[in-house]
């Protein structure tokens, strides 16, 4: 079964940039959108990056999304880091029609 | 604009049923596929299955065929899930989502089950 690796948690301090990674397990990442979720505790999830590397309306240009074929990972980008930017964030992408949530990373703004 | 609004927290006994509603609004409801995905207490997001909000045809992903049922209402707009014989291991919140551009998640509906 195909699945998404991502690091379980990181952590940085504000105004810094973190990266997170998503690896697909096999096939190529790049045939397929990925999507990446915000959630913070209690709530809902909500987009921050869809189609590889679109940012929905109200999400501020510090998140960013990408490809990268090389090492069959999507990467969520988060500069000038904000202690509202602190939850868990989830990518998301497809394998034979269905949905594959990654595992998730908590990111912790010190 | 496009909104989607779960039914309220349950709580069951196990062997029980309990029935999740998710009411759209702001588009045709017929447009977009509609998703379900399950959040167990202080775990990630797991993909449930989808269904064909033109023709009612489900699709269940591994682990939720048999006790998981999704259903529609087309005439109120909204979207159920149903699930059967409850176990303790049920026990999450679940969401409805359309998984597809920048368009929104249910609010989530926590289901207990306890005895």
């Known amino acids: 079964n195909f699945m998404l690796t991502q690091p379980h948690s990181v952590s940085e301090s504000p105004g810094k940039t973190v990266t997170i990674s998503c690896t697909g397990s096999?096939?190529?990442?790049?045939?397929?959108?990925v999507q990446w979720y915000q959630q913070r505790p209690g709530s809902a999830p909500t987009t921050v990056i869809y189609e590889d590397n679109q940012r929905p309306s109200g999400v501020p240009d510090r998140f960013s999304g990408s490809i990268d074929s090389s090492s069959n990972s999507a990467s969520l980008t988060i500069s000038g880091l904000k202690t509202e930017d602190e939850a868990d964030y989830y990518c998301q992408s497809y394998d034979s029609s269905n949905h594959v949530f990654g595992t998730g990373t908590k990111v912790t703004v010190l | 604009q496009v909104q989607l609004v779960q039914s309220g927290s349950e709580l069951k006994k196990p062997g029980a049923s309990v029935k999740v509603s998710c009411k759209a609004s702001?588009?045709?409801?017929?447009?977009?596929?509609m998703n379900w995905v399950r959040q167990a207490p202080g775990q990630g997001l797991e993909w449930m299955g989808w269904?064909?909000?033109?023709?009612?045809?489900?699709t269940y992903a591994q682990g939720f065929t048999g006790r998981f049922v999704f259903s529609l209402d087309t005439s109120v707009s909204t979207a159920y899930l149903q699930i059967s014989s409850l176990k303790a291991e049920d026990t999450a919140v679940y969401y409805c989502a359309f998984l597809v551009g920048e368009l929104p998640w249910g609010q989530g509906t926590l289901v207990t089950v306890s005895s």
């Open positions: 269904i064909n909000t033109n023709t009612g045809n489900p």
């Open positions: 096999s096939g190529s990442i790049a045939s397929n959108y």
């Open positions: 702001g588009y045709t409801f017929t447009s977009y596929a």
